[in-house]
């Protein structure tokens, strides 16, 4: 009579054993402790299977682990079911093919890993099942050349890296196949010159980097090829800004020049019926018929301890004065007198017959009979309002735009924020087109 008795206790103790060892977890149900996943109250590290779901209570993760660590294939799917990832595991670390799939079910990604880094080559694809991208990994980083592709076959950008940094020509296009972007890099930073264009292949930007900073002069065109603006920089800080655009830093039927000089920033407002800029070496603009230059000078120049400014301003004078009657091997009269703009800031008003020129000019040339300076000291500068006239110029119509041309000079802090100028300005003035 106790035979049975002890089968069926055995059974009995057979089928409990079998279904605890069958119970599946919620992986987020388990603690991890120093890495390793264990059921809660327990003190041995888990072996199993650990699930997770969707809403929907549709799987959507399925990690089979060994003594608390990912070993096996992990799987993982969206709510409506279909596969999105399949990564072989073994103790807690990527080892061997992974692969991701879009939601239609076509390969997304596959790379192979060893010991949790990408080892090896690295290939995506778009969801129309075209290749994406094609790189290499050795240790976990990009090493070589890496391409990437629009959905057309046609490139989107292509790098070289080495040791996950990279190395020499960058190169972007738009998606039409035109060259986007082009540049150079050194040990990850960017070095030399970079170029930008439009869709069209019109140039848009170019300019040079050092150690991964602008420096010197970018310029920047319209759609078009006009050029829209020159920015200088040192060591990635904007030092001058030249707009050449209607849209920049724009004032209503003007233009703001800004000089963004180590010691503070000088911007003048050049306003009017219309204003029009011209290229040319230093900042020149058409100012309802008459031509404006902007010219900067240091304070060095003149080699003086002098701190006086109107004694500094009549130097000035006299060390220009110097210089174009050398250049011109003429002899000039100037007159000139010290006054004071609207906000107090004295300055030097300075005028001259233009000397007389050997060049043969064309019959219907507009000669230039006068030259004015209205020269301003802005902390360690000497910024020059520069304007020639004509024999139909009224010369007190020039004093009068040259007067008003220095009550707009402004001296402000150091380094100047363009940006935050820019925006101060939106919010005052009348923009192209709104």
């Not at 060892?21 to 890495?35: E, H, T």
């Not at 240790?139 to 040791?163: A, I, P, S």
């Not at 800080?237 to 010691?263: H, M």
């Not at 119509?397 to 100047?416: E, G, R, V, Y």
């Amino acid at each position: 009579m106790k035979k049975p008795v002890i089968v069926l206790l055995a059974l009995f103790t057979f089928l409990f054993s079998k279904t605890e060892a069958q119970k599946i977890y919620y992986l987020s149900d388990l603690d991890n402790i120093r890495g390793q996943f264990v059921i809660p109250g327990d003190k041995e590290p888990y072996t199993g299977l650990a699930v997770e779901e969707h809403p929907n209570r549709q799987r959507s993760l399925e990690a089979p682990i060994k003594n608390g660590k990912m070993d096996g294939v992990v799987k993982e799917w969206s709510i409506e079911g279909v596969l999105t990832s399949e990564t072989k595991y073994s103790n807690g670390l990527k080892n061997g093919l992974e692969k991701q799939f879009h939601d239609s079910g076509k390969k997304k990604l596959e790379v192979n890993n060893i010991n949790g880094l990408a080892e090896g080559k690295c290939m995506e694809w778009h969801p129309n099942g075209k290749l994406k991208s094609e790189g290499n990994y050795k240790n976990g980083k990009e090493d070589g050349l890496h391409v990437w592709w629009f959905d057309n076959d046609l490139k989107d950008q292509q790098m070289t890296y080495n040791n996950g940094l990279l190395e020499g020509k960058f190169q972007n296009w738009h998606r039409n196949g035109q060259l986007r972007l082009e540049a150079n890099y050194l040990n990850g930073k960017k070095e030399g010159k970079s170029t930008e264009w439009y869709e069209n292949g019109q140039m848009k930007m170019q300019g040079n980097y050092s150690n991964d900073k602008l420096n010197g002069a970018t310029e920047s065109f319209s759609k078009t090829g006009q050029l829209l603006g020159i920015q200088t920089f040192e060591n990635g800080k904007l030092v001058k800004d030249v707009n050449y655009r209607s849209g920049s830093i724009e004032l209503k039927e003007g233009y703001l020049e800004i000089f963004n000089k180590p010691d503070m920033a000088i911007t003048i407002a050049l306003t009017g019926s219309y204003v029009i800029p011209k290229k040319a070496e230093v900042p020149t603009y058409n100012v309802e018929g008459n031509v404006i230059q902007l010219i900067i000078t240091s304070l060095d120049s003149l080699k003086t301890n002098e701190k006086d400014v109107d004694k500094l301003l009549t130097m000035y004078q006299l060390y220009e004065q110097s210089y174009i009657e050398k250049f011109t091997k003429s002899k000039i009269i100037v007159e000139g007198v010290n006054e004071k703009t609207k906000t107090g800031m004295p300055y030097r008003y300075w005028s001259f017959k233009s000397p007389e020129s050997n060049e043969v000019l064309p019959k219907n040339a507009r000669k230039v009979v006068m030259e004015h300076y209205l020269s301003v000291i802005c902390g360690t500068n000497i910024l020059s309002i520069y304007c020639p006239s004509i024999s139909l110029d009224k010369p007190e119509d020039t004093a009068k735009l040259m007067k008003k041309l220095a009550d707009s000079i402004t001296i402000h802090p150091p380094k100047l924020d363009i940006s935050a100028l820019s925006n101060q300005i939106k919010q005052t003035l009348t923009w192209p087109g709104k």
